[in-house]
């Protein structure tokens, strides 16, 4: 037993240890997974950081390689730098050397050259001192002394010339002047010499000196006559004074006349020079010559250059001693005094040009231009300013003074208008602000930044092209100056159109030319290598010329400019290459960019070739502004762009383009308005954003936008004009809002309603909404949302979108009510937030409805509640009571009754809708009264015009013979009247109404208004609305008036009598008397009677009415549609009668009418009151008719009318009867007259009257005998 226990312990331990052992295995597989999953795990890891290390190592070495590059290319741009400025270091001492040894050998020629002149001097004078003490007397016989050849000499003499010298030398040694001194002497003083005679005409009088002991006393005395100038005659001719004073110099320091006699009148000549010019400064020129060719002499002058050549060389310079230190000094000092007062002149007229300029940059401030007569004188003031400048500096340089520099203008950026659009002082603006004067740098260095072809073509290429030809062209025209100026407005500009326009007229009845194109120049004859030369030469051009059109981009044009000036630089060429660029094709306006740097590139070495292209444009442009086809556009915008792009570049000027400007402004018309338009676009902001341009160009852009506000231009041309505008002068932009992203769908819906919608495919964009998914919900959504949205779109196509949705209902009839809960929303939000930025939103709502309306998609009931909403929510009559929803001064609403009034006030012009219009009107009078009436309480207000005109225009529209109120009582009075007349009516047909209609009290208040939200039953009120509202449809519209305001009710006031009753009139029919009353006007005018037939109930109380449908009803309407149809065939058989206007009263009626116990009431106590008149009104029973007799007031419509219309037939029947009257005195008359003419004519006898028978007509002759009766009886 224990043995089997033992082995029953056994066999569960080996169990025990089997499910061990399983249990290490499934631990050792599972570890040896783990542990594989794991291994694979860690070589992931590695190959993912090796990966990383490698992606590390390689951007490490990219950055390596990358940064070595940068140091590479910095070290490149070092050295270059380096290299450059080290070769511009040796290029400016290569300079600084070669200048220091062109001064020294400049230094050392002008000595040199001294030395000689003064040797040559003191020679000459030497000999002539000499030759006084001990003249040789002459052998007479050898010499010729002919009169002949004497003469001949003399003639000779008096035009003298260097080139004569030998002869006249050569001659004079062979003749005998001893007779002939004096002629001689006088000779050479008159002679027309000029600077370059001077020296052969002191030698000849030096011989004549040495061979006539009497010439030189006779010469002096023939110079004392000519230059004898008293001190206050000024000569005529400067120009032989100038020259007559350095001769007369000369001659004294040759030693022709000795020094006592000869410089007392030299010194005589120069003070009275100096002493009679020290304002005007006009002898200047004299002074200048003789300080230049006789200054060393007379005054030991040296000038400036000479002195710091030999300060910096340390050489001297030879000195003369004809004169001694102190006389030198004397006369260096007198011409010292006179350079002071230039100078001082010089400092007045650049301050009075200083004020000139300011007060001409006040004028083209103020008025854009000046004149062509202030220019004129601008321009004269200008060039006698330089010329003393230039003047002065000279003499600065020949005495060795300072010339003070000019001040320079120090005129404000405030004064020059730079202030205002952020100009610094150079006139332009900084480039990181957002009006720079270029866009981006690209354009600027496209525009500013070309090749400097100098420094890259050597100056043999272009040495004969450099210097112009022609007059240069002036770029700033605010330099110039005028006279002084008065302060002037900037109407004036206005004033001058009409003498612009007429200067126009006339310059187009002159011959229109085109612009002269050069021509071209044939090779001139010559060999046959100068002919293949021009051949070559042609080829070349003809090439460059039909390559040119390729050159778009910068560099293509540099390298053209490059490849001309190197190759094809000639004359014949630049003016083919001018002919060639004014001639670019009208269609590649692309070019012209790259046309105008062309010339702006070769300007510096060919200014020519910019003044010819510049003259031709200005040329064709009064050519084709002249020209008054409508073909050439493309050639006038192709123009007027050339010019713009030369403006740019600085080639064109400035002023020029302006001129251009008012030109085109002057006749606005066609061709004009694109002209200019194109102009603007292409220069515009670059003259807008330059100082000297700013004001002038802001000026005709105003002007500009006033023409397009006056005239009625094409909308193509409005928005060209606009675009223009703001391109040169753009709004200031506001934050950057990003750009709202729409679903395809969305963007396509809005492209068909507010872009591609118009009134002639109106049918196209309905067939294109139909075809939307309309079972979409949220497209549908978006579909109502859009057509709501009227003010996205262009306003005259609301029409249009109201066409559309009336053509929408027909298939989804749910769109209707959709839109227009949306609109009359949107209105109410309009009504309720009053803001400005909604006033447009408000005006396409208005008309929206109104559109509505007129496509039938509303009724007629809607419209007026919203007309009356807009006289009533928020309005307070109290002036002391302020309404944050209307303010006195907000005007806004009438605008929105008048929009909606033209909209579709036209269409209420019969029927219930006609006599509610009518009453509307009178309350619409009122809140305009009461609105005008405010703004008459204050002093510093009136009120607009415009909005007076507004309801004036729109009353006459609907009602052109109503009679408007003219003052806030008579408006309060119209008001009280209907109210009243409302009320007794709704009384009349409502008696359960006299509880809530009629006031407890004596007073005209009325009883406060039920708020919105309560449900009062009147009792009784049912039954008897539905007795008298018959018509289904009228009482469908009946109830839609009866709660229009129920939403308004908070807004008025108990006190508030005066404010239109709440409920709206209704037709049921028209009888009787009242209803002739109101096709005469009767509700058009104040105090109209209110037609019996309309229903009148206060707007704030609910009425509900239960219909039920039922056969009777409609057993009833077939009845009576057939009884109307019978009545309507009986009265088209029957002849109608001419109707009686006029019933008089029966007599019996008249003796038998009985006044009731008021009447007589009223007669015997009530004296007070206004007289009445009776009338009696007809009633028929059956076929018993009954008179009752009506009394109204005097001042009744009713009454007036009648009057009126009794006292015009009475005045017609007076009429008709003096007219009778009046013909039958004037027969009688002429009767009277004939009767006394044949009695004064004399009796004649026809002996002839037997004779001849009287003709029978075949047909018969009518008989006057038998017609008219005998003539004894006539």
């Known amino acids: ?234 000569s005529s001719n400067m120009s032989k004074l100038r020259v007559d004073l350095r001769f007369y110099a000369e001659l004294i320091a040759a030693g022709i006349f000795a020094p006592k006699e000869g410089l007392p009148l030299l010194g005589n000549v120069l003070t009275t020079l100096v002493g009679q010019d020290k304002e005007e400064h006009q002898n200047i020129s004299v002074l200048l010559t003789f300080c230049r060719h006789c200054g060393e002499d007379y005054m030991g002058l040296v000038s400036r250059r000479i002195r710091n050549l030999t300060d910096t060389f340390k050489m001297a310079v030879p000195k003369s001693d004809f004169l001694p230190l ?13 350079f002071s007062t230039l100078t001082k002149h010089l400092f007045q007229d650049y301050k009075s040009l200083q004020q000139v300029e300011q007060q001409n940059r006040r004028l083209l401030q103020t008025r854009g231009e000046l004149s062509q007569e202030r220019l004129q004188l601008a321009e004269n003031l200008a060039t006698g300013l330089s010329k003393l400048n230039a003047n002065a500096q000279q003499m600065a340089e020949l005495l060795d003074e300072p010339l003070p520099e000019l001040p320079q203008d120090k005129t404000s950026g405030d004064d020059l208008g730079l202030g205002e659009m952020g100009l610094g002082e150079g006139g332009e603006m900084p480039d990181g602000s957002a009006a720079a004067l270029w866009e981006d740098d690209d354009m600027r260095a496209f525009y500013e930044n070309y090749p400097e072809l100098k420094a890259l073509i050597p100056s043999i290429l272009y040495s004969d092209s450099e210097k112009p030809t022609a007059a240069p062209v002036e770029e700033n025209p605010s330099e110039v100056v005028g006279e002084t100026l008065e302060e002037e407005e900037l109407e004036a500009m206005e004033t001058t159109e009409t003498e612009e326009c007429k200067e126009v007229e006339e310059e187009e009845e002159e011959e229109v030319l085109p612009p002269e194109l050069p021509a071209e120049e044939e090779p001139e004859e010559g060999g046959s290598s100068v002919v293949g030369a021009q051949a070559s030469n042609k080829v ?69 070739l910019a003044t010819d292209l510049v003259n031709m444009l200005k040329q064709d442009f009064k050519y084709q502004v002249r020209k008054k086809d409508q073909i050439n556009i493309e050639s006038k915008i192709k123009v007027v762009r050339f010019i713009g792009e030369l403006v740019k570049f600085r080639i064109y000027p400035r002023s020029e383009a302006l001129t251009c400007l008012r030109m085109l402004l002057s006749d606005f018309n066609h061709h004009h308005i694109e002209m200019a338009c194109n102009l603007l676009e292409t220069c515009g902001r670059f003259l807008y954003r330059t100082a000297d341009s700013h004001h002038r160009t802001k000026i005709y852009l105003e002007q500009m936008m006033r023409k397009k506000t006056v005239k009625a231009f094409d909308p193509r041309y409005n928005t060209m004009i606009e675009n223009a505008y703001f391109y040169v002068n753009p709004p200031d932009a506001g934050p950057d ?234 408006a309060q009075k119209a008001v009280q009247k209907l109210n009243s007349q409302i009320v007794s009516k709704a009384i009349e047909q409502a008696p359960c109404l006299r509880q809530i209609l009629e006031p407890e009290d004596t007073g005209d208040t009325l009883r406060p208004i039920a708020e919105e939200g309560t449900d009062e039953q009147v009792p009784g009120l049912e039954g008897d609305l539905m007795e008298d509202m018959e018509d289904e449809e009228e009482f469908e519209e009946m109830e839609g008036d009866l709660d229009w305001s129920e939403s308004h009710g908070e807004s008025l006031t108990p006190s508030q009598h005066s404010q239109p009753a709440r409920g709206t009139l209704e037709e049921e029919g028209e009888s009787g008397l009242t209803g002739e009353a109101v096709e005469d006007g009767g509700l058009e005018e104040e105090g109209a009677p209110i037609p019996e037939d309309e229903q009148v109930l206060d707007g704030d109380m609910k009425v509900n009415i239960n219909r039920v449908e039922c056969e009777e009803d409609n057993d009833f309407m077939s009845a009576f549609d057939r009884m109307m149809a019978d009545s309507i065939m009986e009265r088209a058989t029957t002849v109608p009668k001419p109707g009686q206007l006029d019933i008089s009263v029966p007599v019996h009626v008249r003796s038998t009418a009985k006044k009731t116990y008021d009447q007589l009431l009223s007669e015997s106590t009530e004296e007070e009151n206004k007289p009445v008149v009776s009338f009696m009104f007809l009633t028929r029973s059956g076929n018993k008719q009954q008179y009752n007799s009506v009394e109204m007031p005097v001042d009744s419509e009713l009454v007036t009318k009648l009057r009126t219309r009794e006292e015009a037939e009475r005045a017609e029947k007076e009429k008709v009867k003096r007219m009778t009257l009046e013909i039958n005195e004037r027969q009688e008359e002429e009767e009277a007259a004939e009767i006394m003419q044949q009695a004064q004519r004399p009796a004649t006898m026809n002996f002839n009257r037997d004779r001849r028978p009287k003709y029978q007509h075949p047909k018969g002759a009518p008989d006057a005998d038998l017609i008219f009766g005998p003539k004894k009886i006539r």
Request: aromatic residues 8%; contains cysteine; glycine residues 4%.
């Open 1 to 234: 037993m224990d043995g089997g226990k033992a082995e029953r312990r056994g066999g569960k331990s080996w169990k025990k240890e089997r499910e061990e052992r399983e249990r290490k295995r499934v631990t050792t597989r599972g570890q040896g997974s783990s542990i594989k999953d794991a291994d694979e795990k860690r070589e992931e890891q590695r190959r993912e950081e090796e990966a990383l290390r490698e992606e590390e190592a390689k951007k490490l070495l990219e950055e390596e390689i990358k940064k070595k590059e940068e140091e590479e290319a910095k070290e490149r741009e070092e050295e270059e730098a380096r290299k450059q400025s080290e070769e511009e270091a040796k290029r400016q001492e290569e300079e600084e050397i070669r200048k220091r040894e062109e001064d020294h050998a400049f230094l050392l020629a002008f000595i040199q050259e001294t030395e000689d002149r003064l040797i040559k001097k003191a020679a000459l004078r030497i000999q002539n001192r000499a030759v006084v003490k001990d003249r040789p007397e002459l052998n007479t016989a050898l010499l010729d002394s002919s009169l002949k050849k004497n003469t001949a000499f003399i003639k000779k003499l008096k035009n003298l010339t260097e080139s004569q010298h030998d002869s006249l030398v050569k001659e004079l040694q062979s003749l005998n002047l001893t007779k002939y001194v004096s002629e001689v002497a006088q000779a050479v003083v008159e002679a027309k010499l000029k600077m370059s005679d001077i020296h052969t005409a002191v030698h000849i009088c030096s011989l004549l000196h040495q061979r006539y002991h009497d010439f030189g006393p006779t010469l002096l005395e023939n110079w004392q006559k000519v230059l004898a100038i008293k001190k206050d005659e000024k």
């Open 540 to 608: 070349l051009l003809d090439a460059f010329l039909s390559a040119l059109p390729n050159c778009i981009n910068r560099d293509l044009i540099d390298s053209a400019a490059m490849e001309f000036c190197l190759r094809l630089n000639t004359k014949p060429s630049r003016k083919k290459l001018v002919r060639g660029l004014f001639l670019v094709p009208r269609t590649r306006l692309d070019l012209l960019p790259f046309y105008s740097r062309l010339v702006a590139t070769l300007q510096p070495l060919m200014p020519d």
């Open 326 to 338: 102190q006389r030198q000094k004397n006369v260096r000092q007198l011409l010292k005094d006179y």
């Open 737 to 970: 809002s990003a750009k709202k992203e729409r679903p395809p769908m969305h963007q396509y819906i809005r492209k068909l309603l507010y872009n591609d919608l118009s009134k002639t495919n109106t049918e196209k964009i309905l067939r294109q909404m139909r075809k939307m998914h309309w079972e979409d919900q949220a497209t549908s959504r978006y579909i109502i949302k859009c057509i709501t949205g009227v003010w996205n779109a262009k306003f005259y196509n609301i029409r249009c979108i109201a066409n559309l949705v009336a053509g929408l209902i027909s298939h989804h009839d749910w769109v209707g009510p959709a839109v227009v809960d949306g609109v009359l929303e949107d209105i109410r939000i309009g009504l309720e937030i009053n803001h400005t930025k909604f006033n447009q939103r408000r005006v396409a709502s208005v008309k929206y409805l109104g559109e509505l309306y007129n496509y039938r998609v509303i009724e007629s009931f809607i419209i007026f509640k919203m007309l009356y909403s807009f006289v009533s929510f928020g309005v307070v009559f109290d002036p002391m009571l302020l309404s944050e929803y209307d303010p006195p001064e907000h005007l806004f609403r009438i605008r929105l009754v008048c929009t909606l009034l033209e909209t579709c006030g036209q269409f209420f012009s019969s029927g219930s809708s006609k006599r509610r219009l009518d009453c509307f009107l009178i309350y619409f009078q009122h809140y305009y009264q009461y609105k005008k009436s405010l703004w008459a309480n204050e002093e510093d207000l009136d009120f607009p015009w415009q909005m007076e005109h507004l309801v004036r225009d729109t009353i006459a529209a609907v009602r052109p013979k109503l009679q408007l109120a003219t003052n806030l009582e008579d």
